[in-house]
Nanobody, 123 residues
Framework: QVQLVESGGGLVQAGGSLRLSCAASGRTFSNNAMGWFRQTPGKEREFVAGISWPGGIKYYADSVKGRFTISRDNAKNIVNLQMNSLKPEDTAVYYC????????????????WGQGTQVTVSS
């Protein structure tokens, strides 16, 4: 079992930046690909970014490519999502997820999920 806790969400103006962090505890963080998803009311959970174990492969949604960067610190069991040039359409609850596989997935077929952190971008 892996427990995931997100932090770093908040309110920011358009064009600003936020850094989300996901701290993993419990069963080993090793060998798990990690991902970030987001969800707005009435919509399905949407893939944002994914990173392999130990971190050599990264995937991004087209909507965030060039603005968001996913990274992981395997010594500290932390995955980060640096979000720059934020837009109002980035407003959502952001979820961290872990997958019992070396490779990330663009689908929501992850095994463990955090509780989410709200990101609100004002225009």
């Amino acid at each position: 079992q892996v427990q995931l806790v997100e932090s770093g969400g908040g309110l920011v103006q358009a064009g600003g930046s936020l850094r989300l962090s996901c701290a993993a505890s419990g069963r080993t963080f090793s060998n798990n690909a990690m991902g970030w998803f987001r969800q707005t009311p009435g919509k399905e959970r949407e893939f944002v970014a994914g990173i392999s174990w130990p971190g050599g492969i990264k995937y991004y949604a087209d909507s965030v490519k060039g603005r968001f960067t996913i990274s992981r610190d395997n010594a500290k069991n932390i995955v980060n999502l640096q979000m720059n040039s934020l837009k109002p359409e980035d407003t959502a609850v952001y979820y961290c997820a872990a997958r019992r596989d070396y490779s990330p997935s663009r689908r929501a077929d992850y095994d463990y999920w955090g509780q989410g952190t709200q990101v609100t971008v004002s225009s």
